[in-house]
């Protein structure tokens, strides 16, 4: 039957793996490290790109 508190558990649930989902700063300084290699990565890629169609 219905309480009443399907809001209350609803952001109680929100709450909880918001929680555990959380990174430790090594997890966030390797992530950060990550994104920044993908987007070198990235921008090489785009470089290549570009010149390989000059040369097609």
């Known amino acids: ?10 952001i ?10 959380r990174l430790d700063a090594e997890q966030e300084s390797k992530l ?3 994104y920044a290699v993908a987007q070198n ?8 790109n570009s010149d390989i169609a000059e040369v097609a």
């Open 1 to 10: 039957m219905y309480t009443g508190t399907m809001i209350d558990d609803l």
């Open 32 to 34: 950060a490290y990550c």
């Open 41 to 48: 990565e990235m921008a090489a890629l785009s470089s290549l």
């Open 12 to 21: 109680a649930a929100v709450e909880r793996v918001e929680t555990s989902s």
